[in-house]
């Protein structure tokens, strides 16, 4: 995983000026904002995004991985793209009665972190299997040291201690120097709150000497509305140097049927600890060698940014269209292009910026539009921009976030924090989409969540229904639908446009 190594954060103001509205421009009295829109929304090109999701998830970038010079040439091209708006902006000119606005600016943010990538041909040997196939039966968590270990594995549940709410998975086991195997997520009656960094922390504070983790064969319904399989998918993990891997269900179902006899089948051992609310932790008495090499470099993260000033001489409110461009880089000899995480986002940004800066006026309330890096590895460019903000964070009305948006069911699934959902219904309207929303409060996980603890409103737009490619190699550009596309970028120029316009 990218950690931050200093505290060497710097806001770097690149005194790019764009477009100062000239005095002789003047407003069409024959085009109303609202006709505006209305035309911009019908502009809004799919080949543009399909062209800009092809390029930025092809071999030039090589996934994107943060801290690497592939995900600085990555910010190199959305910086460009915000320099040439420039160009093609016109001279923007606010109502008759306002002042003109202010020249658009842009900005990076830079952040030092370490990049660390596993190298080709990593191994698991599990006793009396053929060697696993990295990809399909098991991939090793992206930020674990180095592993050189043959060990025993223990089954220890879900991998909770926690005595106090009525379960210790780790009760009664010796699990030094031996290999934890726990299920992800945790069973439906744990009221606790966990995370895998709490599993990983445990396991290491009991002596174990690595981690395998899978998805139990019984999924929850969020589960099920969510696609998951039981295939292993890339993930960072934030938690103390351990090394781990994610193995396939299968192949976790395949240990514990060696285990001693009376067992179980794993999908009964799941239920049973569902439904009993106790723990069903053994040993198994089968033996698994890891071996890999994880290098380490030190690099830089960038955040780009670039604002639309609004016509408004009292304010500074500003509404932020955000969308990370970072991936999992090339790793395990695997290419993760990352084409629908997160290409089809910035793409989706790049193009509601296009035609922003075609409006024959600027909006009332500035808009900021900003591409994360590091958001895979714990949304180190979010935060790090909440911790240094461009513009004050009480000044910020909203933070929309655009994630995933390239496949699916071809619905919308929008999360509101701090506003009232019908100013997201309300957009759905303008841009034609009101039976194609699905409308929930908070949408755990992504580049909004520092926004929303930080008290900002956010929205967040993904298309809906199942990601079968969620952090695998294959999400790659021909499983991108263009139609998704363009209804996430009608969807996300409606809302900011009326965030950026309304009293």
């Not at 006709?35 to 019908?42: A, F, I, P, Q, S």
């Not at 790793?331 to 995480?341: H, I, Y």
């Amino acid at each position: 995983m990218t950690r931050i190594t200093i505290a060497l954060a710097s806001v770097c103001a690149i005194s790019l000026l764009i477009g100062t509205a000239s005095s002789e421009t003047t407003l069409d009295s024959t085009i109303s904002a609202g006709n505006w829109l209305t035309r911009g929304l019908e502009e809004i090109s799919t080949e543009r995004m399909m062209a800009d999701i092809r390029e930025l998830s092809g071999p030039a970038f090589s996934g994107r991985q943060t801290g690497t010079d592939d995900d600085q040439k990555s910010a190199a091209f959305v910086a460009d793209r915000f320099s040439a708006l420039r160009l093609h902006r016109s001279t923007a000119a606010p109502p008759a009665n306002q002042t003109n606005p202010l020249p658009q600016r842009e900005w990076k943010q830079t952040l030092s972190v370490i990049a660390k990538t596993i190298q080709p041909d990593p191994l698991i040997q599990i006793e009396d299997h053929s060697p696993l196939r990295s990809g399909s039966d098991f991939l090793p968590i992206l930020d674990s040291p180095s592993a050189d270990i043959n060990a025993t594995i223990v089954f220890v549940g879900y991998g909770i201690s926690d005595p106090a709410q009525g379960i210790d998975d780790y009760a009664g086991l010796d699990v030094r120097n031996k290999i934890v195997l726990f299920l992800r997520g945790k069973p439906e009656p744990y009221k606790g709150a966990v995370a895998q960094a709490d599993k990983v922390r445990i396991a290491k504070e009991k002596g174990a000497v690595a981690y395998l983790t899978a998805t139990g064969p019984v999924l929850s319904p969020y589960e099920l509305r969510r696609g998951v399989t039981g295939t292993p998918t890339a993930i960072y993990d934030t938690s103390p140097p351990l090394p781990g891997a994610w193995i396939s269900t299968a192949i976790a179902e395949s240990i514990v049927a060696q285990a001693p006899a009376g067992k179980g089948r794993l999908r009964d051992i799941q239920e049973a600890i569902t439904r009993t609310n106790t723990s069903r932790s053994f040993a198994t008495e089968v033996t698994a060698r890891l071996t890999w090499t994880t290098t380490s470099s030190t690099g830089t993260l960038f955040n780009i940014a670039s604002i639309i000033r609004g016509y408004s001489p009292r304010t500074q409110d500003t509404v932020i269209i955000g969308a990370h461009r970072d991936h999992f880089g090339l790793q395990g000899g695997r290419l993760f292009a990352g084409a629908d995480d997160n290409a089809s986002g910035t793409a989706v940004m790049l193009e509601v910026a296009r035609i922003l800066a075609s409006a024959p006026a600027a909006p009332k309330r500035s808009i900021l539009l900003l591409s994360f890096s590091g958001e895979e590895q714990g949304l180190l460019g979010s935060r790090h921009y909440v911790s240094q903000p461009i513009v004050p964070l009480a000044s910020t009305v909203g933070m929309i976030n655009i994630d995933h948006a390239g496949v699916g069911n071809g619905r919308l699934t929008v999360g509101v924090t701090g506003m009232e959902k019908t100013v997201a219904s309300t957009a759905g309207e303008t841009a034609g989409l009101s039976d194609k929303l699905d409308l929930y409060g908070f949408f755990p996980g992504g580049d909004h969540v520092p926004f929303k603890e930080a008290g900002v409103p956010t929205v967040t737009v993904v298309s809906g229904g199942v990601h079968p490619h969620f952090h695998q190699p294959t999400d790659t550009a021909d499983t991108i639908d263009p139609e998704i596309l363009k209804s996430v970028a009608r969807y996300v120029l409606a809302l900011a446009w009326q965030l950026a316009n309304t009293p």
